[in-house]
């Protein structure tokens, strides 16, 4: 058997109502955990793209994207390894604003880790950070120490390596 | 098209839009059952009953297998209507039936009135939420404007490629809204490609592998009947000479009779296609998908073999069983193409293997299934007689449970489209509206119903819609007393713990005749063959109870995670 990886799923979809139900579900009905999930305009007028991330085997993978593409609005899925892809994932952390005071190192290691200072005010300070999955967890692991007020990451989003030719697949599919 | 240019533009309610829709796809039949949000619709339909049958049945559940019974007779779309909440929730089981044996259906559910959408307003379900799962596509019309694209889009999908069910929910406000009508049929969905594109020189490597094989076989499955590929079919195997066995939604593709024809694989299939199925050394999988019912333990199913797999459903490939050739496209096309590419040959030699297997089962299991020692009637004698009345014409719509495996083990076919049974979702209730479906959709065949005494009891209201629709169906119950094939698993698997399998029967008769039905019940042997031809002479609907022995078992057999090499015959 093959080992579990994290894949980076691409979906290409028509905008549609209640798509995102069903392909959920493909992942819901085989107890695949979705790490993440984002959804966004695409290159493309009226396509919806729609990166996810799971950790599965290929195998899995394989089987699950020819469910998804079965569906009738998916345009087209594909499936990447971490290698395949130029990704970015975001997070940001609110944290007391006594901390810069009590431990201004903090400062430093915003700069450090290319996190960025979003907003200070009296009781509290924001720090986003966009960077690969390791980075911000190293950032987490480091301000943890001090103390998280709140911490939220958003949804992967991926350009892949490859062409993923989905403007010519939707002029063949017009033709 | 000359006949489109005609089509002005007309000024219609949503509702009678729904209509002219249906009738523009060829539509004449509907089962269904009114409410509150759908009652636009049928105040329509009271206008235009010349042109469009509604057929009333007594459930909606019973509304969606009639609806299928119709399309797997005919393979037609069967359509269905039904009002909202507990009316589209009805629809919920039939949905899921026709999703996963690929029957292509069209639902049509009335909503609230879209402002009140959200609100749990009276009889509000989220029926696209509920029905996503067992739908091929769904969708729900708030606008008046939406109706006639939404329903070609449908149909077109209902019906292309590996067809399946779709649910349309129109809102109660968009049926009274009018609009300006016009309907274009659909052809093509950018985003969805129903049949897969074949590459190239797989249909070359595909008759390579057969015409080096020494020992082929071919299981088919419904895509043969569904791809309409019958005669191709029939060609490519005659000409290469391989046998072939049928999954369970694969019979009657071709005749029972056929010398190639060597029988059902499955759970309660038969031995030789079985055990053989673990010797052959190409396995050639034609339209079906390689259920956990067939191939058993799928560690050791066909592992010595070299895989083909004919599919119009990529998902379907690599899914369970790896195939090492995948030919993908409609089979009709593919097996048209593969035919020239063939060598013609026989496997003689190979064959008789399968023919000594079947001594085997003959003398072990289908003597004492046909011809039987002991006084009680079995099931398969009951089958043997409904072959011999009808000249094995009849189309055979089976419930679920023993008699359904003993229906398909025993019927003869000499006409596709002939076994009509819920083979993947296994749903008791399924026959007796699908009988009636079925006969509505072709009034010249003979449908005979296959029902145990346990599956009867779940729809048994759709004698009502027999009676009202005067449709001359053959319901046959084999009635053992018990629900059967759980019973037979209590026995083996269980330590004989009958824990609420007994069933306690009303009078059958009498409520069949409660429903104007001519009725009869046989209980001895030597009434079986008179009262089988009463009934297929008979011109009307009829029932026929059987009493059949209480604790017959079905075999052969292959036990749960056991390999299909490991069949029992006892
Ligand atoms: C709706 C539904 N509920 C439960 C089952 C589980 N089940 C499968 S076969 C069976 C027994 C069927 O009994 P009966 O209809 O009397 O037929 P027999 O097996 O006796 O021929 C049951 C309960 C099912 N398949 N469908």
């Known amino acids: 058997m093959s080992k579990e990886i994290t894949y980076t799923v691409s979906i290409y979809t028509e905008n549609n109502i209640g798509l995102l139900n069903r392909v959920s579900a493909i992942f819901q009905r085989r107890h695949i955990n979705i790490e993440s999930i984002n959804s966004s305009i695409s290159e493309i007028e009226n396509v919806t793209k729609w990166t996810i991330l799971v950790i599965v085997t290929e195998e899995q993978m394989k089987k699950v994207i020819g469910q998804i593409e079965k569906q009738v609005e998916v345009i087209r899925a594909y499936y990447h390894t971490d290698d395949e892809i130029i990704y970015q994932e975001s997070c940001l952390f609110k ?7 009590e431990a201004p190192q903090i400062q430093n290691l915003i700069k450090d880790h290319n996190a960025r200072l979003v907003t200070v005010n009296k009781d509290f300070f924001v720090i986003e950070k966009s960077g690969r999955t390791e980075e911000i967890e190293t950032l987490y692991q480091t301000l943890k120490t001090y103390g998280i007020s709140q911490f939220t990451r958003a949804g992967r989003i991926a350009v892949s390596k490859e062409r993923m030719e989905i403007s010519k697949l939707l002029s063949l599919f017009n033709a | 098209m000359a006949n489109q240019k005609n089509i002005k533009t007309q000024r219609l309610s949503g509702a009678e839009a729904i209509i002219k829709c249906l009738l523009a796809e060829g ?13 636009p619709l049928y105040d329509k339909l009271y206008g235009y009953q010349n042109e469009l049958k509604h057929v009333l049945t007594r459930h909606e559940q019973g509304a969606t297998h009639a609806a299928q019974g119709y399309a797997r007779i005919s393979n037609k779309v069967g359509v269905v209507t039904a009002t909202s909440g507990p009316g589209a929730t009805n629809l919920v089981t039939g949905l899921a039936d026709a999703q996963i044996d690929s029957t292509p259906m069209v639902c049509i559910t009335g909503q609230v009135a879209s402002h009140l959408l959200g609100t749990d307003a009276f009889q509000e379900t989220d029926i696209v939420g509920i029905s996503t799962p067992v739908t091929k596509w ?8 939406d109706i006639p694209s939404v329903l070609a889009k449908a149909f077109y999908i209902a019906k292309s490629g590996r067809p399946g ?16 009508f016009l309907y274009k049929k659909c052809n093509h969905i950018r985003s969805y490609v129903p049949v897969p594109e074949t590459k190239s020189g797989s249909v070359k490597a595909a008759a ?14 419904q895509g043969v009947i569904l791809g309409e590929a019958e005669a191709e079919f029939k060609a490519v195997i005659e000409k290469a000479g391989i046998p072939s066995a049928w999954t369970i939604l694969g019979a009657s593709a071709l005749e029972t009779s056929h010398n190639l024809n060597v029988g059902m694989v499955g759970m309660h299939g038969n031995y030789a296609p079985n055990k053989l199925t673990n010797e052959c050394d190409v396995l050639i999988a034609v339209g079906m998908r390689f259920d956990d019912r067939v191939t058993g333990d799928l560690s050791r199913y066909a592992k010595q073999a070299k895989v083909i797999h004919f599919e119009i459903d990529s998902a379907e490939v690599n899914k369970n069983v790896k195939a090492d050739v995948a030919v993908l496209g409609n089979v009709k096309d593919t097996l048209t193409q593969l035919l020239p590419e063939l060598r013609a040959t026989n496997h003689d030699a190979w064959l008789q293997e399968f023919k000594d297997l079947y001594q085997i089962e003959l003398e072990k299991v289908i003597n004492d299934d046909l011809k039987p020692k002991v006084a009680e009637i079995t099931m398969a004698e009951v089958i043997e007689q409904i072959n011999i009345q009808t000249n094995a014409k009849a189309a055979i719509v089976s419930d679920v449970g023993q008699h359904q495996m003993v229906a398909c083990r025993y019927a003869k076919f000499k006409e596709t489209k002939s076994n009509i049974t819920s083979g993947g979702l296994g749903t008791m209730g399924f026959a007796l509206p699908a009988a009636i479906g079925a006969k509505i959709a072709e009034p010249n065949r003979e449908v005979v119903a296959i029902i145990g005494d346990g599956g009867y009891q779940m729809t048994i209201q759709e004698l009502g819609t027999i009676f009202q629709t005067k449709t001359p169906v053959k319901i046959v119950v084999l009635n053992n007393e018990f629900l059967g094939m759980v019973r037979q698993w209590q026995q083996l698997f269980f330590d004989k713990r009958y824990a609420s399998t007994e069933m306690v029967n009303p009078n059958f008769v009498k409520i069949a005749e409660g429903y104007s039905i001519e009725a009869k019940k046989v209980v001895k042997r030597e009434d079986l063959a008179q009262a089988v031809e009463d009934m297929i002479k008979s011109k009307n609907a009829y029932f026929l109870e059987v009493m ?3 604790e017959n078992n079905v075999f052969p057999m292959i036990p749960t995670g056991a390999s299909v090499s490991e069949i029992r015959l006892e």
């Open chain 2, 548 to 550: 059949v022995g209480k």
């Open chain 2, 27 to 39: 539509v004449d039949t509907i089962f269904g059952y009114p409410g509150g949000a759908i009652m």
């Open chain 2, 165 to 180: 069910p779709v649910l349309i929910d129109i809102t109660k406000d968009a049926q009274f809204e009018e609009f300006d």
């Open chain 2, 138 to 145: 769904n969708h729900q019309i708030t606008k008046a404007e």
């Open chain 1, 95 to 101: 944290m007391k604003s006594d901390l810069l005071f």
């Open chain 2, 208 to 221: 390579e592998l057969i015409n080096n094989a020494k020992k082929p076989l071919i299981v088919w499955g």
